[in-house]
């Protein structure tokens, strides 16, 4: 049982590049998510997935884009990079689970990271 | 724009001290966890905690969640090397599969 894997682990990139992340996860969980980790900012949201062939915007999408189409994975594309898009990138899933009182939590699992630079 | 805050965002301190972590936001969360996460790693589940109110302990670490659910405190007993690492609290929103997480702090516990 792997978890939550990304490929690659780390990438340099020129400026106007492109390129795309894999995350992949072997606990059939519905939910995915992508996010990026900077200094002092902590972990913001990028895109998610509540299932396969569904996708939705996060906190800070613009240009990034993303697919589900199969449940176990979730890309993450950068058609154009920019410096600013220079980071920590972590992939996440989670199993919808209900509480004994009804609520939902979102208890979610991590991959090792991938860690991009953008010349 | 939803924010959680966590106070301190960096703590070095003795082995054998107690430490306290908070989060605080002015939104209600359906849940709240926290995470460690440790160099070049990703974070990893500590605990989680729905109810207002509610107390979960896991060995020295003692997790409260705000009776209104808007706040969260994270509680070392007698810290060890080993608690080294950044924690981060996570707020899952109404409808349970957004989160926003705090910035983190980062602790260092020296020998």
């Known amino acids: 049982n792997a978890g939550v894997t990304q490929t690659p682990k780390f990438r340099v990139l020129k400026t106007g590049q492109s390129m795309t992340l894999l995350c992949a996860q072997d606990?059939?969980?519905?939910?995915m998510y992508w996010y990026r980790q900077d200094p002092g900012m902590g972990l913001r949201l990028i895109h998610y997935s509540v299932g396969e062939g569904t996708t939705a915007k996060g906190e800070v999408p613009d240009g990034y884009n993303v697919s589900r189409l199969k449940k176990q994975n979730f890309l993450l594309g950068l058609e154009s990079a920019a410096p600013s898009q220079t980071s920590v990138y972590f992939c996440?899933?989670?199993?919808?689970?209900?509480?004994?009182?009804?609520?939902?939590?979102?208890?979610?699992?991590f991959g090792p990271g991938t860690r991009l630079t953008v010349l | 724009t939803q924010l959680l805050e966590q106070s301190p965002q960096f703590l070095s301190i003795q082995e054998g001290e107690n430490l306290t972590v908070y989060c605080n936001s002015s939104?209600?969360?359906?849940?709240l966890q926290w995470y460690r996460q440790e160099p070049g790693e990703g974070p990893v589940l500590l605990v989680t905690?729905?109810?207002?109110?509610e107390v979960k302990k896991l060995k020295r670490l003692t997790f409260q969640f705000g009776d209104a659910r808007k706040d969260s405190s994270l509680h070392i007993t007698a810290a060890q090397p080993g608690d080294t690492g950044l924690y981060l609290c996570?707020?899952?929103?109404?409808?349970?599969?957004?989160?926003?997480f705090g910035a983190g702090t980062r602790l260092f516990v020296k020998a």
């Open positions: 606990m059939n969980h519905e939910y």
């Open positions: 996570a707020g899952a929103l109404t409808g349970g599969f957004k989160t926003i």
């Open positions: 905690v729905v109810t207002g109110g």
């Open positions: 939104s209600v969360f359906s849940s």
């Open positions: 996440a899933s989670s199993l919808r689970r209900t509480s004994r009182s009804g609520v939902l939590s979102n208890e979610q699992f």
